[in-house]
């Protein structure tokens, strides 16, 4: 593996390595550790998560543009338009952007829940559609009579009948002007991957074609047919491959085509949903889609084209719902190495007897004479000699102190073997000891909170330290986060997809990690394991005149607040506190007050460590 951890391959241009960092890709390629270092200066410690709004700008142009682009190609008349999904990404930092940068196009938002509806009515620009999609209850749909009221553009669409009758009840008690109304449509091709419950004949969303007729006579008796205007569907997230796309606008364009017949002569629009993937991979071996936004584009517009031409219906607005797409790539996570687990064992740890036990002698005899020639052979031998160190041990026949040196010197050979071969060019050995031996990064930051779809999903996201790029990394690593979880551990396979870092001593100087294209999902997915909360966000912006602007700086949660969240009464806790002082065996009222100012300071600081990191 090059240095550039495969950013040519999920990069999308948007970084460059120079001079050795990795720096944004503009006329003056500010590089991310200058601007951590900038934040830092001011002392925030810990994750930090970045966010970048000319990224989320990049991303809502180029849906645009590729569908504009399609459209001109093939003739298109229908109009394309896109919302938002709130549920990939409700922070602040990133919807308050988004729907500015969203306005000139009439970027609208997608809403799931009655909490992100209401975020939706204050939030879209006005001209901009809304959908509503997800179960929905009475409440729900009144809501969405309510927007429409105040003069949004807003469809619910309709996942089961019982919703649609909720719907004809709520439209008599209501005034005008009425929400629109969509249907989902249940498609027998179905979704792909992990999200294909989203999608198909038994998914947990949609309408039957027997429902669908019925749905049609039903708003045409209530006198709701005019309000029908869209069809929807969605196959799931991340579609890897374009097949099934395909297949599902196919189906779907003759379902358009089919209820217009029937008599829903309002019927105007097909919303495809999300499902436009990115590229995670760090490795061309394993992408993770077969297609782009160009053929996506293409392809949608082509086949709606042909299907309403061949059944002589109006080609269809499009709408679509990308949310991934959009958002994943403004976030990076740059989190602090705090550790690496070898560096216990450096030589002067070693304590050698006058005596040795012979095993002991070998292994020291091995650390002097290893050379590249012999270096594989050599760590094989060591690693076996340590093993029997540890069964002698277990039986009482050597001691701690030897325990320990055999330790040493196991890490010391490998440490050796990697260096003599990291320097030659015997890089495809160095390969092979590291399938055996991986030095383990802990880093600061959760898992758990940060990077949830790794846990859940076994979603790999890019990391790579931010700067040494122009020194080979020696070390295959896994990461260690901070949680007490042992879940808590990124893995690379040393074949399939090795991670590879430098050997850097933390005590003299600093090493961070970024993890990119973190943007999606993972921010409201995160969880407070161990009580570590979202980490502290800062948004840069990238001025005219080449220089960049950290705005909006919102430090990680407060021990306390995260307390109040899980519904403490904290100034309970500090009472206790401070009577558990008060009957404590300190005399001093001096030392008292001392430490009890000491625990105010932690309860006001967030919970992520401090010392290095
Ligand atoms: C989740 C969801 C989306 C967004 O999907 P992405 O894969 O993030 O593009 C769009 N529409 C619906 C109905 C969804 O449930």
Known sequence: MTNDYGLSLWGDSNFIVDGGKICLNNDFKPAIIDIVKDIRDDGYRGPLLLRFPHLIKKQIVQVYSNFERAKKEFGYSGTFNAVYPLKVNQYPGFV?????????????????????????????????????????????????????????????????????????????????????????????????GVWAKSGGINSKFGLTSTELIEAVNLL?????????????????????????????????????????????????????????????????????????????????????????????????????????????????????????????????????????????DELYDLYTTIKPSNAIEYLHDSIAHMESVLTLFDLGYVDLQDRSNSEVLVHLVMKKAISLLGNKQNYAELLKIQEEVQERYLVNFSMFQSLPDFWGL????????????????????????????????????????????????????????????????????????????????????????????????????????????LDYDIHAIRDTLNERIENSNLVDEKQKKHILGELYLFLNDNGYLKTIG
């Not at 709520?170 to 249940?186: C, V």
Request: charged share 25%; aromatic share 8%.
């Open 458 to 565: 076994g979603q790999n996201f890019p990391v790579m330290p931010l700067d040494r790029l122009d020194e080979r990394p020696t070390l295959s690593a896994s990461i260690w986060d901070i949680t007490c979880d042992s879940d808590g551990e990124i893995s690379f396979d040393a074949n399939k997809n090795p991670l590879f870092l430098h050997d850097i001593d933390v005590e003299k100087e600093e090493y961070f990690l970024g993890f990119f294209l973190v943007g999606a999902y993972q921010e409201v997915l995160g969880m407070k394991h161990n009580l570590f909360t979202h980490p502290t966000e800062a948004t840069i912006y990238l001025k005219d005149n080449g220089k960049y602007e950290i705005k909006n700086i919102l430090e990680s949660q407060s021990i306390m607040d995260i307390l109040e969240d």
């Open 220 to 360: 045409k008796d209530n006198g709701l047919i005019e309000q029908f205007t869209m069809i929807h569907f969605h196959i799931g997230s991340q579609i890897n491959e374009i097949h099934p796309l395909k297949k599902a606008l196919i189906e779907a364009g003759n379902i358009y085509a089919e209820l217009r017949k029937m008599g829903a002569s309002n019927l105007q629009a097909i919303n495809l949903g999300g499902g436009l993937a990115i590229e995670y991979s760090q490795f061309k071996e394993h992408p993770s889609r077969n297609y782009t936004l160009k053929e996506y584009a293409n392809d949608v517009v082509y086949l709606l084209k042909t299907i309403a031409n061949q059944k002589n219906e109006i080609e269809p607005n499009i709408f679509i719902e990308s949310g991934r797409y959009i958002a994943a790539n403004h976030a990076v996570l740059v989190a602090p190495v705090l550790e690496l687990f070898s560096q216990e064992y450096a030589e002067e740890k070693l304590v050698l007897k006058k005596k040795n036990p012979p095993l002991i």
């Open 96 to 192: 308050e952007n988004l729907v500015k940068l969203g306005s000139p196009y009439g970027y609208g938002l997608e809403a799931g829940s009655k909490a992100e509806l209401l975020l939706a009515m204050a939030y879209n620009n006005y001209d901009a559609p809304i959908t509503v999609n997800g179960f929905k209850d009475k409440e729900l749909i009144n809501l969405g009579f309510i927007a429409a009221e105040m003069g949004h553009n807003i469809t619910l669409t309709i996942e089961g009948l019982n919703e649609l009758k909720a719907i004809i009840s709520t439209s008599k008690e209501r005034f005008a002007p009425k929400p629109n109304i969509g249907l989902r449509i249940r498609l027998h091709s179905s979704g792909t």
